[in-house]
């Protein structure tokens, strides 16, 4: 189906760009630069500037970056990591696929951990807490660091959607052992397949990933020092990456513009909550922009209708899926939030225009009503 508003559109995102991927594809290819050359070196460079580390660490994808952090840290057999019950998949999946236990803690209304309730879940076997910048936003690093340092616990973060996000003028991926991205298509810095990557100011770390990110082998010296994996970022991806890293500053005050219209134009109608949060501490780059509305089913139909593509994350928590075998210990918001939430089309590539017939679409949808 072609939608008349996208949630997103990497073609036209590429015509956007299309000069400056063009002349990177051809140095890349001309060069026959494929596998761990200067395009990676540079993009690592460039990344962690940006972020605001010493290091990082190209890789194949979000989850492997999770996966690494997890082995870095530590973590095996007997180790607890407290995760949240609202994210995706492969922020547990990484604790139980390096032999530790996750540890469920509900989400806050801003759809992030609740930093009020981790506490009550650490045990004498929890070894590091996860939380995860969800939709482009920072969890309140604030108390979960505090809770770190009085437990002796690690935190690796997942912000794998928050890249550019502040909490208290600090970026994401610079408050734990080591930050955690993913480059997927859909990302606020999407290439053009899968991909990922770790920052971290501990050189220790950056230098283990290296390692295990091709084979545990040193490619200086020939050297293996671990039994590693495949997952090295590809050197044509890392050039294409670098290139939009150049625009992701403008990119996300155009994210930012987007919101600030869907806000102008959805507050109070219907029952819609809106992603915006009075807290000057925090400075969110709306990776998604998600709405909750007791009308959710109702509201996506006649969307999609109207030729408007939304997404859901997540109809079923993740931890609801036997196959996982999760211990499901109850959390009420995150079961609400599978039930209201939906994601309107949040992209640079959308016009005024397009961001306009969203609205108009929604107020019709609630009888253009705003609640007084």
């Known amino acids: 189906m072609v939608y008349e508003v996208p949630f997103v559109d990497p073609g036209k995102n590429y015509k956007m760009i299309k000069d400056e991927i063009d002349t990177a594809y051809q140095e890349v290819m001309t060069r026959g630069d494929l596998i761990m050359r200067d395009q990676l070196k540079a993009f690592e460079e460039n990344l962690a500037r940006f972020v605001g580390t010493k290091y990082a660490v190209g890789l194949n994808s979000g989850y492997d970056a ?3 952090s997890m082995l870095a840290a530590g973590i095996g057999p007997g180790d607890e990591v407290i995760v949240p019950a609202h994210t995706f998949v492969a922020t547990a999946s990484a604790v139980v696929n390096a032999g530790g236990t996750p540890v469920l803690v509900d989400v806050g209304k801003d759809y992030n951990i609740d930093v009020e309730k981790i506490e009550e879940a650490i045990t004498p076997r929890t070894k590091a807490i996860l939380p995860v910048h969800l939709n482009g ?4 690093m604030e108390t979960i660091m505090s809770l770190a340092e009085e437990h002796d616990l690690v935190v690796i973060e997942d912000a794998c959607q928050s890249l550019g996000a502040t909490f208290n003028g600090r970026r994401a991926g610079t408050f734990g052992l080591t930050g955690c991205w993913s ?12 991909n990922g990557a770790i920052t971290t100011d501990d050189p220790e770390v950056a230098k283990y990933a290296r390692l295990l990110r091709y084979n545990g082998e ?15 970022m590809d ?3 890392a050039a294409f990456l670098d290139v939009k890293l150049r625009h992701l500053p403008e990119w996300i005050e155009r994210r930012r513009a987007i919101a600030e219209r869907y806000r102008d134009g959805l507050n109070r109608v219907g029952d819609l909550t809106l992603p915006h949060f009075s807290d000057p501490r925090f400075e969110d780059v709306y990776q998604n922009y998600v709405v909750r509305t007791s009308q959710r089913d109702e509201l996506v139909k006649y969307l999609e209708k109207n030729s ?4 859901i994350h997540w109809p079923k928590p993740y931890y609801q899926y036997e196959g996982l075998g999760l211990s499901d210990r109850g959390f009420p918001e995150t079961e609400a939030i599978s039930k209201e939430v939906l994601s309107l089309p949040m992209n640079v590539e959308l016009s005024d225009e397009q961001v306009e017939y969203v609205i108009k679409r929604i107020q019709e949808f609630f009888g253009s009503s705003r609640l007084r």
């Open 218 to 232: 040193d490619k200086e010296t020939g050297a293996y020092y671990h039994h590693g994996f495949t997952c090295l």
């Open 308 to 311: 408007v593509e939304i997404l």
């Open 137 to 140: 936003r920072v969890c309140e």
């Open 183 to 194: 480059f997927y298509p859909f990302k606020i810095l999407g290439g053009y397949g899968d």
């Open 66 to 68: 999770l996966h690494i």
């Open 235 to 237: 050197n044509l991806q």
